[in-house]
């Protein structure tokens, strides 16, 4: 059977943007990097383990192609230090190892972040891929399109709509938990194809190479956890990542995460100077209505006009989901969605809800407290504790 993955390029975008950041800032920080599963598969995942041990062993003996490292420096964002670095680059089978633990599976990779980062996304899609290799194939993907094209038809019937101040866009940001490749590939050159005035790109930088179309993506958790583990007050660590950021891509890539510590202690720092700096924030856990009325809040009080700033959605969201949230903001800021598993994984049969997460880094805990309770996310309950404290965060 053809292995999982195809490409190093088919990974998110952020991986790369990330991935370069920490490359020039923070090259010797040693992370630790953890998978779990948070709901209850059909099929214990331990069963997967020789299978996942066999496809780890593949992506560790693949490399960027020229042609690949070529896309990328066609990207003005990705400096041509990075795109050498990437030439050279493969991920190192010592890094990551693979156990059981019941009808779980573990998967952790430790080592330098600049070669174990990566791994997380191809983790996710092999062992999501594989777990769903066990179902009914031509049952899951006709259900699937049927599911796909009721999505079209609920866009074209929204296009009757009343105009709005700023236009609806929405992206994919599936690749991580998708039912496939091949069906992956389907949905994104289909949306393309069909809701051209919608659909705007997709996180996935393989397909956005193959099929022509925008890379979408900035910053995910990772980056900002890593600093509360470097040289800075605990209670700085947002300021100093958010500094590093703009330092780095100079006004490129300016959509700042917000709620690794929440929503309201993101925005007790994000002031004035990052407002004006960063071209807007991205929802990610807690209720996205009132994450978006604070945000507005927030830039009124800076006496910025939010008409100017995006609010981009990604939080397990649904077209419906989406197209509410629209209706909501659509007069008063720029909006955007990104939509993952409700695109690449919607065959009527449960998804998986998996992650894998930076859990330590430079030997110390860091952790993502997440305005949504389940979504956070640390080994350690006295440093999260800590966190809190000093966040005053007490979801």
Same mark, same amino acid.
């Given at each position: 059977?053809? #292995?999982?993955?195809?490409?190093? =390029?088919?990974?998110?975008?952020?991986?790369?943007?990330?991935?370069?950041?920490?490359?020039?800032?923070?090259?010797?920080?040693?992370?630790?990097?953890?998978?779990?599963?948070?709901?209850? #598969? @059909?099929?214990?995942?331990?069963?997967?383990?020789?299978?996942?041990?066999?496809? =780890?062993?593949?992506?560790?003996?693949?490399?960027?192609?020229?042609?690949?490292?070529?896309?990328?420096? *066609?990207?003005?964002?990705?400096?041509?230090?990075?795109?050498?670095?990437?030439?050279?680059?493969?991920?190192?089978?010592?890094?990551?190892?693979?156990?059981?633990?019941?009808?779980?599976?573990?998967?952790?990779?430790?080592? #330098?972040?600049?070669?174990?980062?990566?791994?997380?996304?191809?983790?996710?899609?092999?062992?999501?891929?594989?777990?769903?290799?066990?179902?009914?194939?031509?049952?899951?993907? @006709?259900?699937?399109?049927?599911?796909?094209?009721?999505?079209?038809?609920?866009?074209?019937?929204?296009?009757?709509?009343?105009?709005?101040?700023?236009?609806?866009?929405?992206?994919?940001?599936?690749?991580?938990?998708?039912?496939?490749?091949?069906?992956?590939?389907?949905?994104?050159?289909?949306?393309?194809?069909?809701?051209?005035?919608?659909?705007?790109?997709?996180?996935?930088?393989?397909?956005?190479?193959?099929?022509?179309?925008?890379?979408?993506?900035?910053?995910?958790?990772?980056?900002?956890?890593?600093?509360?583990?470097?040289?800075?007050?605990?209670?700085?660590?947002?300021?100093?990542? =958010?500094?590093?950021?703009?330092?780095?891509?100079?006004?490129?890539?300016?959509?700042? =995460?917000?709620?690794?510590?929440?929503?309201?202690?993101?925005?007790?720092?994000?002031?004035?100077?990052?407002?004006?700096?960063?071209?807007?924030?991205?929802?990610? *856990?807690?209720?996205?209505?009132?994450?978006?009325?604070? @945000?507005?809040?927030?830039?009124?009080?800076?006496?910025?006009?939010?008409?100017?700033?995006?609010?981009?959605? *990604?939080?397990?969201?649904?077209?419906?989901?989406?197209?509410?949230?629209?209706?909501?903001?659509?007069?008063?800021?720029?909006?955007?969605?990104?939509?993952?598993?409700?695109?690449?994984?919607?065959?009527?049969?449960?998804?998986?809800?998996?992650?894998?997460?930076?859990?330590?880094?430079?030997?110390?805990?860091?952790?993502?407290?997440?305005?949504?309770?389940?979504?956070?996310? *640390?080994?350690?309950?006295?440093?999260? @504790?800590?966190?809190?404290?000093?966040?005053?965060?007490?979801?």
């Amino acid at each position: 059977m053809k #292995p999982v993955v195809r490409s190093l =390029l088919e990974t998110d975008l952020y991986k790369f943007t990330m991935w370069q950041a920490f490359l020039h800032m923070h090259p010797n920080a040693i992370g630790e990097y953890e998978f779990k599963c948070r709901n209850t #598969p @059909a099929y214990p995942l331990a069963e997967l383990k020789d299978e996942v041990e066999r496809e =780890l062993d593949h992506l560790c003996e693949m490399m960027f192609t020229e042609d690949e490292v070529d896309y990328l420096r *066609s990207l003005r964002f990705i400096k041509s230090d990075f795109a050498d670095f990437l030439t050279l680059f493969r991920f190192q089978r010592k890094f990551i190892h693979v156990d059981t633990d019941g009808p779980h599976l573990r998967i952790r990779a430790t080592g #330098p972040i600049v070669h174990v980062m990566g791994f997380e996304i191809f983790v996710l899609y092999i062992v999501n891929e594989l777990h769903f290799r066990r179902f009914d194939q031509q049952a899951a993907i @006709a259900e699937a399109r049927v599911r796909l094209q009721r999505k079209i038809d609920e866009l074209r019937a929204f296009e009757q709509e009343p105009t709005r101040l700023n236009p609806f866009e929405f992206f994919d940001f599936g690749v991580r938990r998708r039912f496939s490749g091949e069906w992956h590939e389907e949905v994104v050159a289909t949306l393309g194809r069909e809701l051209p005035q919608f659909f705007r790109g997709t996180s996935n930088v393989y397909l956005a190479k193959k099929l022509r179309m925008v890379p979408i993506g900035t910053m995910a958790h990772e980056y900002m956890q890593a600093f509360q583990s470097f040289d800075v007050r605990l209670r700085d660590f947002q300021k100093k990542a =958010l500094e590093d950021w703009v330092q780095e891509y100079r006004g490129d890539l300016g959509t700042a =995460l917000t709620d690794v510590v929440g929503m309201d202690a993101f925005l007790r720092d994000f002031d004035l100077y990052f407002a004006k700096l960063f071209d807007g924030l991205r929802h990610d *856990s807690g209720d996205p209505v009132e994450w978006g009325e604070k @945000a507005i809040v927030h830039y009124a009080k800076l006496r910025i006009d939010a008409r100017t700033k995006r609010l981009v959605f *990604s939080d397990a969201l649904t077209v419906p989901k989406a197209l509410s949230l629209y209706r909501h903001f659509a007069d008063r800021v720029m909006t955007g969605f990104g939509i993952g598993t409700q695109l690449t994984n919607d065959t009527g049969n449960e998804a998986l809800n998996i992650v894998m997460k930076l859990t330590r880094c430079n030997g110390q805990a860091v952790a993502k407290l997440s305005d949504s309770p389940g979504k956070g996310f *640390s080994t350690d309950e006295t440093f999260i @504790a800590y966190l809190r404290q000093v966040f005053d965060q007490h979801i």
